[in-house]
């Protein structure tokens, strides 16, 4: 009698698991994505005091505009690239999805050229590929269709989180893709060139995501020598 008495126990325990477990799950998820939205959504005092400039300036010319997070917003792009005028909208820590809802700003500087580079705070806060897939092809439509060409960056990282590693490559590949159904679009293959067996070398890194001097020199050698190629 005990036996079978210990029997139903487990049953009936094994069953109110199988019951929960998909509930548990959903919760999980649903927390995940509130987290991942709020994360988005906070924006820090550097990022409202930059966007305060921004919508400041208003509109505004130049020969290169740049667009994206701190890859794009540390570099002192108006001595590394051969134009007139650059302009520098980069704000560190953007998602694609702050990128976004910034666009109308963004646009207030009109310039031939923009280049883009963005994704990696989207991946830290594990985004899918898809969600910041479909946000970049709503950015890159936007910007061809206000401006003139528009060189749109790989994404480069260093970490063990093979996850993230994997991500940066399919997403790499999606931009590329994107790029191509625009005539005025470029893929920048700069993960090509920095990387050595998938990972931001430290040759041209200081932090396994930002980029050193001489990691600036190489990009801005590309940029210079595709921008130049395209004007002709």
Not at 35 to 49: D, G, L, M, P, V
């Given at each position: 009698?005990?036996?079978?008495?210990?029997?139903?126990?487990?049953?009936?325990?094994?069953?109110?698991?199988?019951?929960?477990?998909?509930f548990?799950?959903?919760?999980?998820?649903?927390?995940?994505?509130?987290?991942?939205?709020?994360?988005?959504?906070?924006?820090?005092?550097?990022?409202?005091?930059?966007?305060?400039?921004?919508?400041?300036?208003?509109r505004?010319?130049?020969?290169?505009?740049?667009?994206?997070?701190?890859?794009?917003?540390?570099?002192?792009?108006?001595?590394?690239?051969?134009?007139?005028?650059?302009?520098?909208?980069g704000?560190?820590?953007?998602?694609?999805?702050?990128?976004?809802?910034?666009?109308?700003?963004?646009?207030l500087?009109?310039?031939?050229?923009?280049?883009?580079?963005?994704?990696?705070?989207?991946?830290?806060?594990?985004?899918?590929?898809?969600?910041?897939?479909?946000?970049?092809?709503?950015?890159?439509?936007?910007?061809?269709?206000?401006?003139?060409?528009?060189?749109?960056?790989?994404?480069?990282?260093?970490?063990?989180?093979?996850?993230?590693?994997?991500?940066?490559?399919?997403?790499?590949?999606?931009?590329?893709?994107?790029?191509?159904?625009?005539?005025?679009?470029?893929?920048?293959?700069?993960?090509?060139?920095?990387?050595?067996?998938?990972?931001?070398?430290?040759e041209?890194?200081?932090?396994?995501?930002?980029?050193?001097?001489?990691?600036?020199?190489?990009?801005?050698?590309?940029?210079?020598?595709?921008?130049?190629?395209?004007?002709?």
């Amino acid at each position: 009698m005990f036996n079978i008495t210990n029997k139903k126990k487990t049953r009936l325990i094994f069953f109110i698991i199988l019951l929960i477990t998909p509930f548990v799950f959903f919760q999980k998820n649903k927390l995940k994505h509130l987290i991942q939205t709020e994360n988005t959504n906070q924006k820090s005092t550097y990022y409202t005091e930059k966007v305060s400039q921004f919508k400041l300036i208003g509109r505004s010319k130049s020969d290169v505009l740049f667009i994206g997070d701190s890859l794009i917003d540390n570099a002192e792009w108006h001595e590394l690239i051969n134009a007139n005028k650059v302009i520098n909208r980069g704000i560190q820590g953007t998602t694609t999805e702050n990128l976004i809802t910034l666009l109308p700003v963004i646009n207030l500087s009109e310039a031939p050229t923009v280049v883009l580079m963005i994704g990696i705070n989207d991946i830290k806060r594990e985004y899918s590929v898809k969600i910041i897939t479909e946000n970049y092809e709503r950015i890159i439509d936007n910007l061809v269709s206000r401006h003139g060409s528009v060189f749109v960056t790989s994404l480069l990282l260093d970490s063990d989180n093979q996850i993230h590693l994997r991500k940066v490559i399919s997403l790499n590949t999606a931009i590329n893709n994107i790029a191509k159904k625009y005539p005025t679009a470029k893929y920048i293959d700069l993960y090509k060139q920095l990387t050595i067996n998938g990972k931001l070398s430290s040759e041209y890194s200081v932090d396994g995501t930002h980029l050193n001097g001489k990691g600036y020199q190489q990009w801005s050698l590309l940029l210079n020598n595709s921008i130049g190629n395209h004007q002709e």
